[in-house]
């Protein structure tokens, strides 16, 4: 348990104990007092409280003071009995704690504890005599002794934790060589006090308690009255050493000094060397919201923050030493009503050879300045959105996992790489403000789960990222992720709709020995991918299998940047038909890598590593050359009207190029295709992803003459509202709503739902995937304009395309009848 959790619950122990003994008290209390001695207890307990207001004395460098409190107590318990007593001490500590701290639970906590105190003196007291009022009257000697020996060390230990509040708790605890001391000093002044006390209840015992009736009201008067005079007689002083300044009494220089001091902007102190203020400006008095006087009686030790005070006195005692030539630090006061502020203090030594030499504090304030710093460092490891850590501070405490983890046996940490399922759909259909509220929802779900000492980060995105420690094996880190899991069974309420969000999990462990912290955050995040591949929802362990497959992609990466040298890649064409005469329309240009080690590879497996590392930019650059440089010639040896074209993919990455208009026009003047021969296949999430850059890029792609296709329409993010705005020319249907379109009505429907919108929208429609007579059949029914797909032709290398071209050529325009058309009596052709 952390010292500040320890302290609280120790605390409100102590404070809830205090709150019985006072119930208790205050009922046996109530049938035991009279009308006639009421009136006295109410009085005395009046007393009791100005007295410990007034009569407290601060102890010399300590940041308590010397209370009549105890003796007052047991005073009470002597005149009124035990009950009364305890509500006196309840009255009494509560008054006195309230000037020691404003924070409620320790003005529980020290009224508490001494209410518990001295109701153990009573039970105490209670063992041998009936009542105390008894030992009072009829008490010997030895009585007296006996309740000395329990008394003054339990007023002792009163005193010791009533000091211990004023300095904080475990300050006190820090400062353990003063103990002994404080203790002792505290059972000195107990004995005293309990003696004075025992002398005075006897006394009274003869007088009457009525007295404390009319001794109140006069108490009361002359604590005010003394108050006035003390403050007058400053005054006084104050004037006095001011008027024998004006008086030439000190020379001109100390006058202009004082002048100097008074006035400055910044706070200026004169302080003895044992921390006691001689002597403080109004800039001081201002900064901290204290008056003159306020000031005076506390010392520098009182207004320092706890955890500077071991610092800046042990620099100080080395500067005056004359160990450190000067001295200027940095150091936190305490505002009287508790805020902190920050200063530069600048610390001189001043004095005469005959006098005890003092310090001069120069105090600016620099709590703007920290408050900027703080901030600055905040953001510097923070995320602005959930304040969660970053990625900077979560590689930080990773690295200090691992090296832990390396010192301990058994014991490990697992990464937990999190990414939120569909989180770009939610951001796209409901906007960005709810796409950030359910990640703040989420950021602070994550962290409702976690354990003391475990991190959660968001990486940026959609992705956070846990590190779980602690572990005793490997399932424990499943069992959080499936925590988190169940977590997400609850709906979050954004903009006032529910919504359930899933999140993809990848653990990486530290029982596959990592070196490196970048290098766990990678296996983890690779897991995930497994996880989001198979199936959304779910979490995956990082294995051997995994590294192996991600030491593969990594040699096909390797392999993929010396493929386009040494000219691996070749451009396949598949044939696009129109399906209203079966004439050839043009191609699709689809690349093909042939690998020397392994074969043939397919696209689906290159083309995301291509992208991945942003060698498709080069890649598909080549293709699109290859591809132009083609058809141009078949343009030429085959000419049509319309023109046959080439239908070029493009990736995502292409696409965001800032030089691709550039680029494209150069391909088509340095091959001198016709522009209306190149169409460029583009999918939905590129334009998706920036809709207003997009449209502008495809708006600038139309105005070079060649044309636009939306690939595998149908399967990424619904555009229909924005399709309208971009200028293409072809939805391509994915081949999946093809190939299952005779399987279920709906997958029909939606190849007619495209149809019918690519027709409102002045579009033409090709079906992708197209195998069957079946699918031609529906195809054509449906009126869907051009087809591609096994059932005319797989793709074909350039020779096996040139030959499709011969055999289905027609001389003359398209509107001429399909005669010998190779494609009304298909023949598949091998790829
Ligand atoms: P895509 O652009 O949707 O291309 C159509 C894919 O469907 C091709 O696969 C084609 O061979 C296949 N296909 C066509 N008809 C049928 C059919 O009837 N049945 C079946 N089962 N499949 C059919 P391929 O060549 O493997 O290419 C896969 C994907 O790789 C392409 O999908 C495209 O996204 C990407 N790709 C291929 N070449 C390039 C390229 O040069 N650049 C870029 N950026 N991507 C490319
Ligand atoms: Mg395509
Ligand atoms: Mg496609």
Known sequence: MNKQVFSRSFKQIVSGAGALVVVVASVRCMQAQTASTFLPLLSFT????????????PVPRERWRLSPNESLLLLAALLFDGEAAVIVAAVTAFCLALRASKHWLNLCYATAATVILTGLIVIFARLRFDSMAALNQTGTLQDYALLFAVAVPLHALSRFITSGLAVGFFTVAERRHAWPKIFLRALLVSLVGAGVACLLARAFSYVGLGGFAYAAPFVVVLSGAWDAFRQNKQLQVATASKGAGALGETNESEERFRNAFDYAAIGMALVSTEGRWLQVNRSLCRLLDYTEHELQTTDLLTVIHHDDVGAVFESIKRFIKGQ?????????????????????????????????????????????RKLA???????????????????????DHLRLAIARAQRRDGMGFAVLYLDVDRFKVINDSLGHTVGDQLLVGLARRLEACLRLGDTVARLGGDEFILLVDDLHDETEAITVAERIQDLL????????????????????????????????????????????SSGKARHELFDGAMHAQANKVLQLETDLRHALERNEFAVHYQPIVALE??????????????????????????IPIAEESGLIIQLGEWVMRQACAQM????????????????????GKQFIQQDLIRQVAGIVEETGINPHGLKLEITESMVMDNVEQATEMLRQLRALGLKLSIDDFGTGYSSLSYLH????????????????????????????????LAQTLGMDVVAEGVETKEQLAMLCHLGCESGQGY??????????AEKIICETYVMGSASQPAQQNRFVTPRIVAA
């Open 489 to 532: 069974q609850q709906p979050f309420e954004l903009s006032g709709r529910e919504f359930f969000a899933t999140v993809s999990i990848g653990i990486a462990s530290s029982w596959t020995s990592y070196q490196n912290a970048e290098d766990i955050v990678r296996d983890a995040d690779t897991a995930m991918y497994r996880a989001k």
């Open 324 to 368: 450190l030539p000067m001295l200027q630090v940095e150091l936190r006061l305490r505002h009287k009503y508790g805020r902190e502020v920050w200063v530069l203090a600048s610390v001189s030594l001043a004095g005469h050879s005959q006098s005890q030499p003092h310090l001069i504090f120069q105090m600016q304030d620099i709590t703007d």
């Open 791 to 800: 059932f005319f032709s797989k793709p074909v290398d350039a020779l096996g």
């Open 581 to 606: 005469n079966f004439r050839l329309r043009g191609f699709e240009a689809l690349v093909r890598w042939q690998h020397p080690e392994r074969g043939y590879i397919s696209p689906v497996d290159f």
């Open 373 to 395: 710093e703080e901030r600055l460092q905040h953001d510097a490891f923070h995320d602005a959105l959930t304040g969660l850590p970053n990625r900077t501070m979560f590689l």
């Open 46 to 57: 009046l007393i009791a409280v100005v007295l410990n207001l007034r009569c407290a004395l």
């Open 725 to 756: 705005r971009f200028p293409v020319n072809t939805l391509k249907i994915d081949r999946s709503f093809v190939t299952r379109m005779s399987d279920n009505n709906e997958n029909l429907e939606i190849v007619r739902t495209i149809v019918t």
């Open 632 to 651: 141009e010639r078949w343009q030429k040896i085959f000419p049509a009207e319309p023109p046959l074209y080439v239908a070029v993919n493009l990736s």
